[in-house]
């Protein structure tokens, strides 16, 4: 799907090909997500298994992505939202959550964000709300 943006820069969005994770891996290396380019299998993996991922293109490059999961029916959940650090404040990032929520009408978005983020995702007006996170080797008896 081909978007115009605000700006009058065109972006493609596009379902995420397995020939995409490298380009996927160098935005989260640039974006210091080092623990998804240093588990690097577990992430492919996760891409794979994942039921919501798209591609941002602008001239043929790679300059951003989405991954997530949804049941299609109450809830949509946003993982990874990155946009290449030199097109941020484009409307790329918003142009894309809308329009993976157009695609599950029935859902809420549901996201975790960074506190640098925090901006963003408050000028779309998303609602804040708490989660907690725990990784397996933290479980204690």
Sequence with gaps: MNFT????????????EANDFEAVQQLNAREGWNTLVERGEETKEAFENSNVTYIVEKENNIVGYLRGMTDKQITLYISELIIGEELRGSG??????QYVHNIYPKTRMELLGLSTSKAFYDKLEFRSFYGFRKVVEEWRD
């Design 5 to 16: 943006l605000d700006n009058g820069e065109k972006v493609m969005f596009r379902q995420y």
């Design 92 to 97: 790329i990032g918003k142009t894309l959550l």
